[in-house]
């Protein structure tokens, strides 16, 4: 019986649903030498606790004040950082106003203009080619309801080829 009470209590530790009083128990248990055998890989562990809890740390913890100050210039520094970045980021664009075509310098205007013929060429010869891709697809659609009819067709003939043998 004690060992079903056990294994419920493990369980139930799995699944972190012990109470503290619990717990005492499957320590108690573990730190005894009368542990059944499939239950030998859980006893490492409750010993493992049970030493844990008896580890202090004797060394002394010193506070320097100098640590404090270093930290406090690396404070600064990050804030400097920060506000150089946001001026970085904002001054350039503080007097931008949109550029219109009248703007830009007479050889930049007429770039612009071959720029925009070029894109345009371009633009209508794309078009001309999709109208082919077009055709193309009508005609793929047709070439599928032809092979689609000439598979009734042989389907039709191995059925009549059966009809005539019997």
């Known amino acids: 019986m ?5 294994e419920e209590l493990i369980e139930k530790y799995n699944n972190a649903e012990t109470t503290l009083q619990e717990e005492a128990e499957l320590k108690a248990y573990f730190l005894s030498d009368a542990v059944a055998p499939h239950l030998e890989h859980y006893k490492p562990m409750f010993q493992y606790f049970s030493k844990s809890k ?19 210039i690396y ?3 990050s804030v400097a950082a920060i506000v150089l970045l946001m001026l970085g980021i904002f001054i350039p664009n503080w007097n931008n ?7 830009y310098t007479a050889e930049e205007q007429e770039l612009y203009l071959e720029t925009k013929q070029a894109l345009k060429l371009i633009s209508k010869n794309l078009n001309t080619g999709l109208v082919g891709m077009n055709a193309l697809d009508m005609a793929g659609d047709n070439l599928n309801t032809g092979l689609e009819k000439a598979n009734y067709i042989s389907v039709f003939g191995t059925t009549t080829n059966k009809l005539l043998k019997n």
């Open 75 to 77: 404070q600064w520094f």
């Open 97 to 103: 106003h949109p550029k219109t075509l009248a703007d």
């Open 2 to 6: 004690v060992l079903n009470n056990i």
């Open 54 to 72: 008896k580890e202090v740390y004797n060394k002394p913890i010193s506070l320097n004040s100098n640590n404090t100050r270093k930290t406090k």
